[in-house]
C-alpha cells in the first residue's frame, strides 16, 4: 500500500509506542522501527518523514545505539526527540555532554515562534524534561530556537536540510502543545495530507481481505475481548459465512463471560458467520497443573488454544486462514517491533506452536493502537458495551491466578471479581477507573472465623487509571466502596479471608499481576 508514512525511529525510549499514537492522533499513518534496521529498507519504505526517539544512553559513549551520517542525507525531514536530538547533533559534528543541570518533569521553555516547528505555540509554554545530558554545542547550520532557564538548547532546527532537534518529549501529555508540535513536524515540515482515518481503514481492509481470502474458509479465533470482537466481525463484513468463530471456552473467563459471547456472536445474534464454543476447561485445567511460573503459563495456554483451534478445523475441514486479534502494541512489547525489552510474550504473539495447521494467519489489527481498535469497532457498528469493555488478557484469569491455578482457584477468582465489578457498579463508580478487577494471589494467611482460625487465601483488588496503559496510577475507589466489596468478598467466597488493595503504579509494577 501506498499510504503516506512516518518512520519512528527506536532508541530504546520509554516513550516510543506513544510517539507513534500522537503521530496517529494526526491522521498521518506511522510505524516503530528498531534502531537497527537498515537504512536501505527505511529508504525502501519512502517514508515523509522520520522521528528519533529518546532512549536510555549517552550518545558519546562507545557502543551505544547510534544511526548512519546518511540517514540525515535521505531527503527527508528528520525531528530527533531528546536522545535522538542529541544523537543528531553528535552524529553530525556537534557536542553532547553530561549537563550541569540535569531537568526531569514540566519546565517551562521559551520558544521561537516564527519557526514551522513551533508556528501557533505560546512563546513561554511548559514541556516536560528528562535529562542528563545536553547539547553544549549544536552541529554546523543549525539555530537554536528553544531553551529554558538550564538547558541552552531546547530546540535546534537546520531548515536547509530540513533537520529538527527537541531535548524536550513532545509526546507526553505534560508537554503541552506538544501535539500541536508534532503537527507542526507532520503537516508543514513533512507535507503530509492525513490520509489515515478509520472508515477508510474499514474499507480498505474489508477488500483487501476479500482479495487475500478468495473462496477459501476462515477460522477465527474468539476470545470474547474487543481485540478479537473487533477482528471478528471485520472479517464477518468481508467473507460472511466462509468464517467460522471458534470461541474456546478455556475455563479461564469472568463469571458468566461464556454466555455473554455466545448470546452476541451465536445464532440469535447479529452476524453473519458461523459459530462454535468448545468448553475446554478440563483440558486447559490439566495443563495447567503443577505449573507456577508466569510465562509458562502464557505460553501453555496459548499454545493450547491453537491445538484446540487445529482440532476443530479438522473436524470443519480444510481451512485456509486463521484470524488473531493481535494489536501493534502486542508486536512492539514483543519485542519485534522497535527495541523495547521484552515485557512479556504476549498470548497472540509468543505463544505459536511450532507447526500450525493453517496455510496463513490474518491478523487484520496488526497495525492499530487500541484507541484504534475501538473507533474501528464502533465504525463496524458493534455495540458501545462490547467495544468499551475492559481489557481481559489473552491467557484470561490464568494470570490473575498468582502460582498454580485450579478449578477451585478459578471459581473463587470470578466470584470475588463478579462481586467487585457489581459494587463498583452499584457505586456509580464503572467509568472512574480504567481497568479494575481482582486477583487471587498466592498467599494464606491467618484469620478467625465464628471464632475458628482460618487459614486461607488472600485476593488483590485492582484499579487503575491511565490513557494509554502503558504507564497507570492506583485509581482512589472510595473507602465505603472498599469496605463493602471486602465484606462481601470475605463473607461469599469461600477460602478467602484476607482482602488486599493494590496501590502500585505501573511502573514499577504492571497492571495485571503476571
Ligand atoms: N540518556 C539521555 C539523557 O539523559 C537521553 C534521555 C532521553 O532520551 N530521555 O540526556
Known sequence: MDREKIIVIDFGGQYNQLVARRVRECHVYCEIYSYKTDLEQIRAMNPKGIILTGGPNSCYEEGVPSCREELFELGVPVLGLCYGAQLMMHVLGGRVCKAPVREYGRVEMMVDTSTRLFHDVTPLTVCWMSHNDYIEKMAPGFRMIAHTADCPVAAAQNTSRDLYAVQFHPEVLHTLEGSKILHNFVYDICGCAGDWRMDSFVETS?????????????????????????????????????????????????????????????????????????????????????????????????????????????????????????????????????????????????????????????????????DEVRKVGLELGIPEKLVYRQPFPGPGLGIRIVGEVTAEKVKMVQDADAIYREEIAAAGLEKTPDQYFAALTNMRSVGVMGDERTYDYAVALRAVNTVDFMTAEASQIPWEVLQRVTNRIVNEVSHVNRVLYDITSKPPGTVEFE
Do not use: M
Open 206 to 370: 474489508i477488500q483487501a481481505i476479500r482479495k487475500k481470502v478468495g473462496g477459501g474458509k476462515v477460522l477465527c479465533a474468539l476470545s470474547g475481548g474487543v481485540d478479537s470482537s473487533v477482528a471478528a466481525v471485520l472479517l464477518s463484513k468481508a467473507v460472511g459465512s466462509q468464517l467460522t468463530c471458534v470461541f474456546v471456552d478455556h475455563g479461564l473467563l469472568r463469571k458468566n463471560e461464556g454466555d455473554e459471547v455466545e448470546e452476541v456472536f451465536g445464532p440469535g445474534g447479529p452476524y453473519d458467520l458461523r459459530f462454535i464454543r468448545v468448553n475446554a476447561q478440563e483440558r486447559f485445567y490439566g495443563k495447567l497443573k503443577g505449573v507456577e511460573e508466569p510465562e509458562h503459563k502464557r505460553k501453555i495456554i496459548g499454545e493450547e488454544f491453537i491445538r484446540v483451534f487445529e482440532e476443530e478445523a479438522k473436524k470443519i475441514g480444510k481451512v485456509d486462514f486463521l484470524v488473531q486479534g493481535t494489536i501493534y502494541p502486542d508486536v512492539v512489547e514483543s519485542g519485534l517491533g522497535g527495541e523495547s525489552a521484552v515485557i512479556k510474550s504476549h498470548h497472540n504473539v509468543g505463544g505459536l506452536p511450532d507447526y500450525v495447521d493453517f496455510k496463513e494467519i490474518i491478523e487484520p489489527l496488526r497495525n492499530l493502537f487500541k
